[in-house]
């Protein structure tokens, strides 16, 4: 069974700054590659980032780079998203992914994200 523990989230005013964790577990499973998207109601589902265990690049959404930082601990299988000069349209539920290595999915395009498992979502709201 995979589990994905999150961390961070809350509430900030735009221009603020927040830092998400996420620590993969799962007996027997390795992981590939881990990352966030978030869900709006408005919006849907949208991947933010991503990267390869082992890897060194990261994968960035449009809407978010330049202010978003995603990092990987390889050896803890935990992934964070440092998010800085938020704006009130990252309000959203952001949720961590994981995708194990025996799978075929990919975090890359981002929508791949979509297919892991998933943590249980940190609200994080941004104020203007």
């Known amino acids: 069974q995979v589990q994905l523990a999150e961390s961070g989230g809350g509430s900030v005013q735009a221009g603020g700054s927040l830092r998400l964790s996420c620590a993969a577990s799962?007996?027997?499973?390795?992981?590939?590659?881990m990352g966030w998207f978030r869900r709006t109601p408005g919006k849907g589902r949208e991947g933010v980032a991503s990267?390869?265990?082992?890897?060194?690049?990261?994968y960035y959404a449009d809407s978010v780079k330049g202010r978003f930082t995603v990092s990987l601990d390889n050896a803890k299988n935990t992934v964070h998203l440092q998010m800085s000069n938020l704006k009130p349209e990252d309000t959203a539920m952001y949720y961590c992914?994981?995708?194990?290595?025996?799978?075929?999915?990919?975090?890359?395009?981002?929508?791949?994200?979509?297919?892991?498992?998933w943590g249980q979502g940190t609200q994080v709201t941004v104020s203007s």
């Open positions: 992914a994981a995708v194990v290595g025996s799978s075929s999915g990919h975090c890359y395009p981002l929508s791949g994200l979509l297919e892991g498992y």
């Open positions: 990267m390869y265990i082992g890897g060194s690049i990261p």
């Open positions: 799962g007996y027997g499973y390795s992981f590939k590659c």
